[in-house]
């Protein structure tokens, strides 16, 4: 024995061992590196150094450690209370700051809508048959039947439109006669006559319709007989109508009257729908045959007399009162309601489920309202849990295979769970933290517990490979070293490993994080707190778990039945549980086979052939972003948009255009040039325009000259007052708000806001809805309105559908930046480790390679891209880099030729990549059965045909790079092994130094022959790559000492 000065020991901590420097040797070795070299050493060294410690620590006090991070846990799931889940589109998918942002939400704030419909399309080869009519009939009844809390029903909700019907020509006589005796003493003879002779005529049964279209006697000028009538007189007929609820239904042709219905005959319907024009129940006018869709059929007469669907509408009305004070809801979807209008809808949702359950064959019925999202968005939650828990399930069997061996003592079941349950733990951190900062949960964030199950078992996988290729099994060849010792050293090699994999995965996520779309962004950060999460837990909570578990082998305890305890002579592992055939194939298979030189043209025409086919579909990959995708594709929603889309190809979609503070008097001449470009562009369907039906309503009887002269500001207020309850104006009078109430009679308070709906006419994805968008825009910013002095003036366009497109307008552009943010981060996570230009390089073009192939295949798939895909593509970033890094960096600490050096590399590490990429796909092959987008496309990117990212990143990471680093590889780093002395080789009988724990500051040096088959480190089972199996600096000197 013999004791060395403190110039020539390094001490790594209580227990370690200590490294014997040659200072010259030393010296000379770290003189010939490059700086770059150097800070690599130095960064490895130091976490080698860390890693050992911890793994000391945390296997002496097991227990301990896993009551922290039990405890630690705990403390962060707490944020979960505070958990908010957000499903609105505009909320997820645009950015915070935006102007289309900004204002969606004062346009709820503002000016929200006061009725919320429900939808329903009854499909059947004809429509216009009895049968159909009879089920429209009984969908009907069933509605008027649903009740709430308080007893409320249709009739007592339901959103109420004028009676005209009713208001006879009897009553309207007595009306007119009545006002004509009080006030014949003050009207003019002529105003007599009108009203006497013309009053009937002028007031029709339709002429009160908010919905008509008509105008009664009315010229071609636009001039009414109406206008000689006095105010009072023309009002006190308003204020006698009556109202009923506004339902759209084909059935309301009959009145809903079940005896007429069910004796109709197909010639009667047609005869009806095509020529009844008159409502029996409002006296308005309607056009079902607008209503109608799919293969609509017509006679040579021009009548309907087949349809493929039928769209019908139920209108429910938010509580006026309850708006005005500020007592009513926003639901999920951004929109407001009151609590009765929420559990209406609701219970008409179940309704409709169990009708279209029960329809007759041939016809079918398709439905959705504003609850629909929330709904099937919650109701979607409890399908994604049960494929998370198939998924741990899965993964439990095959993690135990790997970890254990086939026998009752080394199989590892209870540290199996112990390392999935680092996964749940993982997300109840993220989750918890998230949470407390106030970062929503949105759909895709249902990704998150799959990539944690396959990042965390990759690590777990890393540290029991480090592991089993330092030690043998404890049952055949048993240790001196301790248990703790032995995790330590395991520990120093895995843990710069997990670390290095980890960084570049939280490195693409956090730049993912800086996205501008706020979806994306939550993701991104629950991702990378989830990944440091579980990180920290394998590196800690596994750790003292496989420290425990290691003590119930090596007590040689049944795995599943802990109270059974073995005796050495009682059980002895069979001989085939203990071989490794994944190497075995790396071994005699791949390493041998695959640098032929056949086998190298081969490997680089199929990469140059996958190249140039993807390089193709990347051409032709569209880019579309839809929110529907998120929902089940099974869902009655998804059905209901999918035939909306089949059977009314042509409505277009529903817009808004919006002016506020607008001073209208002055603003004739601007707006109407815009409406002009409006009517006449190719990108609009359909204007309901206020505007033009007031400039000739104004002109006709107030000798107004819109657009031409301005109006002052009380004519105005007054015309329009008028115009709003007249038989043109009175539909549009929903869609102004004004700085206070008014009615019939008076001139309308100043104009805060007024809405005009219009529809863009279908488009054929973003290449045509994008610029139809900016031209809408476009003409707005320059229409040159003038505004009151006042706050938030505002002139824009705005709809819930937009959303998708300015998510389309985007997407593109933040795609490529996170690539290549994501992309730059990882390569200077990569370069810092390698410390080498060339093999970053190649360890880059892998990366790209992949990348390409993985948006060829998106093509070919059908997939555009859209939020999910952009999460995919930057997360496949982090996988396919971690697998070329493995395979360069042991590539650079071997010696030889770049053949054999290429070899080798393939062999230390191949098995140990290969097993992390399979686990992946385990993790998440479950999603393959998910019904929602962000679960079906996740799958589609990553495991269709053995998924792209995984086997084009094992492909270009375990055959193209070993290929082409056997060609073109950079010489080794000057630190590098000589196989003839690597410890994982088989050594030759010689004098060797066994390193002893340190004791009282001394360094103890016994010599002893390598033949000590008790001796682990030299085991000739040991396969690990040079990385994984001891410092560079001890190898070395070890060699020097053995001389």
């Known amino acids: 024995m013999s004791t060395k000065s403190d110039s020539e020991i390094d001490m790594d901590g209580p227990g370690s061992f200590c490294r014997a420097r040659n200072p010259t040797g030393t010296n000379s070795q770290t003189n010939s590196m490059t700086s770059l070299q150097k800070i690599s050493l130095a960064i490895t060294g130091s976490m080698e150094k860390f890693f050992y410690r911890w793994g000391f620590f945390v296997a002496t006090h097991p227990l301990k450690a896993i009551s922290c991070c039990l405890l630690i846990t705990s403390i962060c799931g707490l944020g979960i209370f505070n958990f908010t889940m957000e499903n609105r589109p505009d909320k997820l998918w645009i950015p915070r700051n935006s102007e289309f942002a900004q204002n969606t939400e004062w346009i709820r704030a503002t000016f929200p809508s006061p009725i919320r419909t429900s939808f329903a399309i009854v499909t059947a080869d004809n429509v216009l048959v009895p049968e159909v009519m009879r089920v429209i009939l009984n969908i009907h009844e069933r509605v008027k039947q649903i009740e709430v809390t308080g007893g409320k029903n249709w009739e007592s909700l339901c959103y109420k439109l004028p009676i005209t019907k009713f208001l006879s020509k009897r009553k309207r006589r007595s009306i007119g006669q009545a006002y004509l005796h009080s006030n014949s003493t003050t009207n003019s003879h002529t105003g007599l006559q009108i009203l006497s002779n013309d009053f009937d005529d002028a007031f029709d049964d339709e002429f009160f319709s908010e919905n008509s279209t008509l105008k009664p006697q009315t010229s071609e000028s636009g001039f009414s007989q109406l206008f000689v009538v006095p105010d009072e007189f023309y009002c006190s007929i308003v204020n006698e109508l009556d109202a009923a609820c506004w339902e759209v239904s084909p059935a309301e042709l009959w009145s809903f009257d079940k005896s007429l219905i069910d004796n109709l005959t197909q010639e009667e319907i047609i005869r009806v729908v095509n020529h009844e024009l008159i409502s029996p129940i409002f006296g308005r006018s309607v056009n079902y045959t607008a209503e109608f869709g799919g293969n609509i059929v017509r006679n040579d007469l021009g009548e309907v007399i087949s349809a493929g669907s039928v769209l019908l509408r139920w209108s429910i009305g938010i509580n006026q009162t309850l708006l005005q004070e500020g007592r009513v809801v926003t639901d999920k979807t951004g929109e407001v309601a009151d609590d009765d209008c929420l559990e209406w809808e609701l219970k008409w949702i179940d309704l409709m489920k169990n009708i279209s359950k029960d329809m007759p064959p041939g016809i079918n019925t398709y439905f959705v309202n504003s609850q629909s999202w929330m709904e099937i968005s919650e109701a979607t939650i409890l399908d994604d849990g049960m494929q998370l828990a198939m998924g741990f399930i899965i993964m439990f069997f095959y993690v135990g295979i790997m970890l254990g061996k086939f026998n009752v003592v080394e199989q590892r079941p209870l540290l199996t769970i112990a390392g999935l349950s680092c996964v749940g733990l993982a997300c109840v951190v993220s989750y918890g933290l998230c949470s407390l900062c106030f970062i929503v949960y949105g759909p895709v964030n249902k990704i998150l517990p799959f990539l944690l199950l396959g990042i965390g078992i990759d690590d777990m996988f890393v540290i029991m490979q480090c592991w089993n290729n330092l030690f043998s099994s404890p049952l055949t060849n048993k240790s001196k070293l301790s248990i703790p010792e032995r995790m330590g050293m395991a520990m120093k090699h895995a843990g710069v490993s997990i670390t290095v994999t980890s960084l570049t995965d939280v490195a693409a996520f956090g730049v993912g994080a800086s996205t501008i779309m706020p979806g994306l962004q939550s993701f991104c950060i629950y991702a990378a707190v989830g990944i440091i999460a579980v990180f920290l837990l394998q590196a800690t909570f596994f750790v003292a778990c496989f420290a425990l578990d290691q003590k119930r082998v090596e007590d040689r305890r049944n795995a599943f039945f802990l109270w059974i305890k073995y005796k050495e002579d009682e059980f002895i592992p069979n001989s085939w549980s203990q071989e490794s055939y994944l190497q075995t194939l790396f071994n005699r298979i791949l390493a041998k086979y695959l640098f032929t030189p056949w086998a190298k043209i081969t490997v680089i ?439």
């Open 605 to 1043: 025409l199929i990469t140059l052939s996958m190249l140039g086919v993807t390089m193709y579909g990347n051409t032709l990959l569209r880019q579309e972003f839809d929110p529907m995708w998120f929902l089940p594709s099974d869902s009655y929603m998804s059905k209901y948009v999918e035939k909306r889309e089949t059977y009314y190809p042509g409505t277009g979609y529903p817009s808004f255009l919006v002016a506020n503070q607008v001073n209208w008097s002055e603003s004739f001449q601007s707006f109407d040039r815009v409406l002009n470009d409006l009517k006449s562009s190719d990108a609009i369907y359909n204007l309901e325009n206020w505007y033009d039906d007031f400039k000739e309503y104004s002109n006709a009887n107030f000798d107004t000259n819109i657009p031409n002269r301005p109006l002052t500001p009380s004519k105005f207020q007054k015309y329009m007052g008028k115009f709003l309850y007249s038989p043109a104006g009175s539909k549009h009078r929903p869609y102004f708000k004004s700085d206070g109430n008014f009615s019939c009679g008076e001139s309308l308070p100043p104009l805060k806001t007024v809405v005009m709906p219009f529809r863009f006419r279908k488009f054929n994805g973003p290449q045509e809805h994008i610029p139809a968008l900016r031209k809408v825009k476009s003409l707005l910013k320059t229409a040159n309105m003038t505004f009151n002095h006042h706050e938030s003036p505002k002139f824009f366009v705005t709809g819930t559908g937009l959303v998708a497109w300015e998510t389309d307008n985007i997407i593109n552009a933040e795609l490529y930046r996170n690539v290549s943010l994501s992309l730059l981060c990882v390569l200077v996570t990569t370069f810092l480790l390698l410390a080498n230009f060339r093999i970053c390089a190649f360890c880059g073009i892998c990366v790209v390679l992949t990348l390409i192939n993985v948006g060829g295949f998106m093509h070919f798939w059908g997939l555009s891209i859209d939020t999910v895909s952009t999460i995919d593509i930057v997360l496949a970033i982090g996988l396919c880099v971690d697998y070329a890094t493995h395979i360069a960096l042991a590539f650079m600490t071997c010696t030889g030729s770049r053949e054999s050096r290429a070899k080798q590399a393939l062999k230390n590490i191949g098995p140990a990549v290969l097993n992390g990429g399979f686990s992946t796909f385990l993790a998440i092959i479950l999603l393959a059965g998910s019904k929602s987008h962000a679960f079906q496309s996740f799958f589609k990117i990553k495991i269709q045909i053995f998924s792209v990212v995984i086997v084009c990143g094992l492909f270009h990471g375990l055959i193209f790079l070993p290929v082409l680093l056997s060609i073109f590889g950079p010489e080794p780093y000057p630190f590098a092994y000589s196989r003839d002395h690597e410890l994982f080789d088989a050594f030759k009988p010689q004098k060797v130094v066994e390193m002893k724990p340190l004791q009282n500051s001394q360094v103890q040096v016994e010599v002893k022959d390598s033949s000590n088959a008790n001796n682990p480190l030299f085991s000739t089972n040991n396969n690990l790559a040079p990385l994984l199996l001891c410092s560079r600096e001890f190898e070395s000197q070890v060699q020097r000492t053995q001389q």
